[in-house]
């Protein structure tokens, strides 16, 4: 774990899925845990929808526990990083999340309230 420190941003895989967040594998056998709240901005009723088991994804390591070779980690982190590299110009960065921001909050079922 010593090649990783807070701040990296560095890519493994979905390892499992629980309802409080996700563990991510990363080739040195190392895991850490995204928590459901550092998803993404915003509520996330369930994970599922954002990720699955198997996916390989970027993410910045926000907290580690050396002796016990864990780590926390944001995928919520990558956003901003994504946003800071579009810079804050217009509506760009609003109109490319709007598509996202309507789906999460639209009935699953097809019917509306």
Same mark, same amino acid.
């Given at each position: 774990?010593?090649?990783?420190?807070?701040?990296? &941003?560095?890519?493994?895989?979905?390892?499992?899925?629980?309802?409080?967040?996700?563990?991510?594998?990363?080739?040195?056998?190392?895991?850490?845990?995204?928590?459901?709240? @550092?998803?993404?901005?915003?509520?996330?009723?369930?994970?599922?929808?954002?990720?699955?088991?198997?996916?390989?994804?970027? &993410? @910045?390591?926000?907290?580690?526990? @050396?002796?016990?070779? *864990?780590?926390?980690?944001?995928? *919520?982190?990558? @956003?901003?990083?994504?946003?800071?590299?579009?810079?804050?110009?217009?509506?760009?960065?609003? *109109?490319?999340?709007?598509?996202?921001?309507?789906?999460?909050?639209?009935?699953?079922?097809?019917?509306?309230?």
């Amino acid at each position: 774990m010593a090649k990783f420190k807070v701040g990296d &941003v560095v890519e493994g895989t979905v390892d499992g899925i629980q309802k409080y967040g996700a563990f991510i594998k990363f080739p040195d056998e190392t895991q850490g845990l995204i928590h459901i709240s @550092e998803v993404t901005h915003g509520f996330v009723k369930d994970i599922n929808d954002y990720l699955h088991v198997g996916q390989k994804i970027k &993410v @910045e390591i926000v907290s580690m526990e @050396e002796d016990k070779k *864990r780590m926390s980690l944001s995928l *919520r982190a990558m @956003e901003d990083h994504e946003n800071s590299e579009e810079g804050k110009a217009g509506f760009e960065p609003l *109109r490319k999340k709007m598509p996202i921001w309507i789906d999460a909050f639209l009935p699953k079922d097809g019917i509306s309230e």
